[in-house]
């Protein structure tokens, strides 16, 4: 049975940091492409950042470009979300993805086959 399990979330001030983890178990994930994605309140879930697991190559969303890092540590099957000058707009709930399509860019939730929970990263003003 394959789990996603994020976590470290919170409530931050603008210009702050985050790091976000993906704990994965299950299955190996060693040809995946794992992504995160976020939603915010009424809007549509957006794609923000893909890694390859095995050739740690990544993929970020312009709106995140040069502020997030994604990253992964095979022995700890684990994804991480390094998110640097964080600022009101990057309000949301977080999700952790996985997709079975060896391919990086991969922004469509449609593509990534299984999910975690989600958790809210929440920036104020």
């Known amino acids: 049975q394959v789990q996603l399990v994020e976590s470290g979330g919170g409530l931050v001030q603008a210009g702050g940091s985050l790091r976000l983890s993906c704990a994965a178990s299950?299955?190996?994930?060693?040809?995946?492409?794992m992504g995160w994605f976020r939603q915010a309140p009424g809007k549509e879930r957006e794609f923000v950042a893909a890694?390859?697991?095995?050739?740690?190559?990544?993929y970020y969303a312009d709106s995140v470009k040069g502020r997030f890092t994604i990253s992964r540590d095979n022995a700890k099957n684990t994804v991480y979300l390094q998110m640097n000058s964080l600022v009101p707009e990057d309000t949301a709930v977080y999700y952790c993805a996985a997709s079975s399509i060896p391919v990086l860019l991969i922004r469509l939730p449609r593509h990534y086959d299984y999910w975690g929970q989600g958790t809210q990263v929440t920036v104020s003003s």
């Open positions: 299950g299955r190996t994930f060693s040809s995946y492409t």
């Open positions: 890694i390859r697991w095995g050739g740690g190559s990544t």
